[in-house]
């Protein structure tokens, strides 16, 4: 059973850095992609950023050129925030991918607020 554990979500003003984290455990077995997933307070859950064991990376237009994704061995992924606006609040889930079945973490809430 994989275990996805997020942190680094909190209240940060527009136009700041963040930085999140997720930290697996219970890996057998290769993963095959791991992502980033937002739900908004509208309750819609959107990919935010995505990582393939090849290093591919895929990201919401809304993100492009501001957030960054990265991992270790695609068993610990980040993701490297910045220039945040208000309409990237919303809570941030891991996702983690291992022979067809997708696990998820419990999310972290990022609020962007002045």
């Known amino acids: 059973q994989v275990l996805l554990v997020e942190s680094g979500g909190r209240s940060v003003q527009p136009g700041g850095s963040l930085e999140l984290s997720c930290r697996s455990s219970?890996?057998?077995?290769?993963?095959?992609?791991m992502g980033w997933y937002r739900q908004n307070p509208g309750g819609q859950r959107e990919l935010v950023a995505e990582?393939?064991?090849?290093?591919?990376t895929n990201y919401a237009e809304s993100v492009k050129g501001r957030f960054t994704v990265v991992t270790d061995n695609m068993l610990t992924m980040d993701l490297q925030m910045t220039s945040l606006k208000p309409e990237d609040t919303g809570v941030y889930y891991c996702q983690a991918r291992q022979y067809g079945r997708d696990y998820w973490g419990k999310g972290t809430l990022v609020t962007v607020s002045s």
């Open positions: 990582i393939f064991r090849s290093g591919i």
């Open positions: 219970g890996v057998f077995g290769d993963i095959s992609v």
